[in-house]
């Protein structure tokens, strides 16, 4: 009771202030229902709003950004210590991207092996002190082929197959894994896009409704529509009403879950 959540964002691509442009124009837009122009922002004003926003709730919230050059695990994780020692408990630990410190030194390690190292490491620091732990990682080449025979249904093949570029079955090392990818579907003239999300594995549950696996959303003028705390859903859980394959497939879900417990 007497430690202070916090929630940390380490990026080794965006620095700060990049970031907090992007947050503020999500949330602003959300909030007001309308696109927001980026000419009238103030840094200032916005690094306020999102600060604001981010700690309504009790939290801290900390955003820092690093050259990856040289920079290795060991040294987020003195981070993450140094933080603690100063009062915080971490609660979620959001890093973008981590692939990006594990290409430099002299390592006598494959780049498969340095990277499933660095995932392995903070892994396990984090997974004893119950830091949730968000690490975003690029597909690879095949999946990128697999776009070009059409994107209906994409994120669910991405999330079921070993797509991790780089390092195909870093997968099969992470509690969770699922995929996300921008389906535009072209009505007439008109385009419509709409944000996909399917779910390949989780091993912190095994009792995941089916149709929350995988789901759509249909971005707005504004960005993507907000309905926590309503009672309207903006997910859509059949995909064919929106032209995109059914997700709902119960052999193909057994299988995601398959010796989900074989990593750890």
């Known amino acids: 009771e007497t430690k202070k959540p916090l929630v940390l964002r380490i990026s080794f691509e965006n620095k700060p202030e990049q970031d907090i442009i992007t947050l503020f124009t ?16 103030d840094i200032r004003e916005a690094a306020t709003y999102v600060r604001d926003r981010m700690t309504a709730n009790g939290y801290h919230f900390k955003m820092l950004c690093f050259d990856p050059n040289g920079f290795d695990i060991w040294k ?3 981070i993450l210590s140094g933080y ?5 408990e971490i609660h979620a630990l959001i890093t973008d991207y981590l692939e990006l410190i ?3 030194g002299s390592s006598t390690m494959r780049t498969d092996e340095r990277i499933m190292y660095t995932f392995e490491t903070l892994r396990n620091h984090c997974f004893g002190r119950g830091i949730t ?3 975003a990682h690029q597909l690879n080449s095949e999946a990128a082929t697999m776009a070009t025979e059409g994107t209906a249904n994409f994120a669910k093949k991405a999330a079921m197959g070993n797509y991790c570029q780089n390092a195909r079955i870093l997968n099969t090392k992470m509690d969770g894994y699922c995929a996300m990818h921008i389906h ?7 385009k419509r896009k709409f944000l996909t999300f399917y779910c390949g594995k989780n091993r912190t549950s095994k009792d995941t409704p089916l149709k929350h696996l995988g789901f759509a959303v249909e971005f707005q003028h504004y960005g993507l529509p907000d309905d926590e705390g309503t009672d309207k859903e903006s997910a859509i859980y059949e995909w064919s009403s929106v032209s995109l394959d059914t997700v709902n497939n119960k052999n193909d879900t057994e299988k995601a879950f398959a010796g989900s417990e074989e990593a750890w």
């Open 26 to 41: 999500t949330l602003w837009e959300k909030e007001h229902g309308k696109k927001c122009d980026l000419a009238e922002i």
């Open 76 to 78: 987020i994780i003195d």
């Open 84 to 88: 603690e020692a100063e009062g915080y």
């Open 102 to 104: 594990t290409k430099g």
């Open 133 to 135: 732990q968000i690490n």
């Open 184 to 190: 535009v579907r072209e009505d007439g003239l008109e």
